[in-house]
C-alpha cells in the first residue's frame, strides 16, 4: 500500500495506472475507520484494479467547531486496517492540501435535496461535503466511487453532484452495516458512553416498527409511533422524517414509489443518524 499526502504524486501514480489500462475504484472517508468503512472498500476491489481511500476530516463540512474538534482521529490504525484489506493507495492530504485561502464552497441547485432533514439542521453542511467530493473526484477521476447508505442524503447529494459534473463516474452505494444490538457503524459510536451505546439500540427498533407496519399503516401513524418510542426511551430526538427516497420530500400515501425514513438524535455532544428503505406498493 502507497501513502501519499501530496495531490501531485497522486495525480501521477494514477496517471500510470490508468495508462496501464486499469479502473480506479475510490473510497472517500474521514478516518477512524469501522466494518461499514471496510465493506466499501471489498466492494471496491470487487469492481475496480485499483482502490484509492482518502481520510481528511474536511473542516467545511462541520458546522460546529467543536464537533470539529472532537471528531475521532486514529491515523496509524486506519492505515493498518487498510494494509489488511489490500488497499493500494491511501491518499491523506493536509487541508492546505485540498483548500487555498479564502476559497469559496461548491454550491449548486441541488432541487431541494439540500433543504430537509440533515440540510436543515445542519446548515452548510452538504456545500462542504460536495466541494470537498468534487475536488476528490476532479484529482483522481476514479471509474467508481463508494459510499455508505447511512449517509441516505449525503449518497442522493453526491449522485446529483456526479450527474452534473462527473457523469462518467459511477456513483455506487453500499448497505449500512449495523452492530450486534442494531446500532448503525459510525465513527462516532466511538464517541459514544457504553450505556448511550447499547440504548441506541432503540433508533434502529423505532425504524424496523415503521418497515414492518409499513403495508399496514398510514406513513403518518408509523412516523408518530416511531417517535414515541423514541421520545418515550428519553432519546434527545432532532428530526424523524419518512421521504419519498428519490426526492426526499415528505412522504404520502398516494405515492407508489420506494420511501426512507431518516433520523437524527443527540446523545449528549454526540450526534447520531440512522435511516431504513421502505419499498413501493402495496401500501395501506
Ligand atoms: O461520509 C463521509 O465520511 C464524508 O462526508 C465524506 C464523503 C468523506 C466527505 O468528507
Known amino acids: 500500500m502507497i501513502s501519499v499526502r501530496d495531490s501531485d504524486q497522486l495525480r501521477q501514480l494514477l496517471l500510470q495506472a490508468k495508462q496501464d489500462g486499469q479502473s480506479v475504484g475510490f473510497v472517500p472517508t474521514m478516518g477512524a475507520l469501522h466494518p461499514g ?6 466492494e471496491a476491489k470487487q469492481q475496480c484494479n485499483l482502490v484509492v481511500v482518502s481520510i481528511f476530516v474536511n473542516p467545511t463540512q462541520f458546522n460546529e467547531q467543536s464537533d470539529f474538534d472532537r471528531y475521532p482521529r486514529n491515523e496509524q490504525a486506519d492505515l493498518d486496517l487498510l494494509r489488511q484489506a489490500e488497499v493500494n493507495i491511501v491518499f491523506l492530504p493536509e487541508a492546505s492540501e485540498m483548500y487555498a485561502v479564502e476559497e469559496p464552497l461548491l454550491h449548486f441547485d441541488f432541487e431541494g435535496l439540500d433543504t430537509v432533514m440533515e ?66 457503524m459510525s465513527s462516532r459510536n466511538t464517541l459514544l458512553i457504553e450505556a448511550d451505546r ?3 439500540a432503540v433508533l434502529h427498533r423505532a425504524l424496523l416498527h415503521i418497515q414492518q407496519g409499513w403495508h399496514l399503516q398510514r406513513a403518518d401513524t408509523l412516523r408518530t409511533e416511531a417517535i414515541h418510542m423514541l421520545t418515550e426511551a428519553g432519546v434527545t430526538l432532532e428530526y424523524l422524517e419518512i421521504a419519498d427516497s428519490q426526492t426526499l420530500m415528505p412522504f404520502s400515501d398516494s405515492y407508489n414509489h420506494e420511501a426512507v425514513a431518516c433520523l437524527a438524535v443527540r446523545y449528549g455532544a454526540v450526534r447520531l443518524i440512522d435511516n431504513i428503505l421502505l419499498p413501493a406498493s402495496p401500501r395501506a
Do not use: M, W
Open 37 to 42: 468503512h471496510l465493506s466499501l472498500v471489498k
Open 119 to 184: 440540510g436543515k439542521h445542519r446548515p452548510g453542511h452538504f456545500q462542504g461535503v460536495v466541494t470537498i467530493v468534487d475536488k476528490f473526484f476532479s484529482l483522481i477521476n476514479p471509474n467508481a466511487a463508494f459510499f455508505g447508505q447511512k449517509d441516505f442524503q449525503q449518497l442522493a447529494i453526491v449522485k446529483l453532484l456526479a450527474k452534473r459534473r462527473h457523469p462518467h463516474i459511477q456513483i455506487v452505494g453500499c448497505p449500512i452495516h449495523r452492530e450486534a444490538n442494531g446500532l448503525a
Open 198 to 200: 447499547s440504548h441506541a
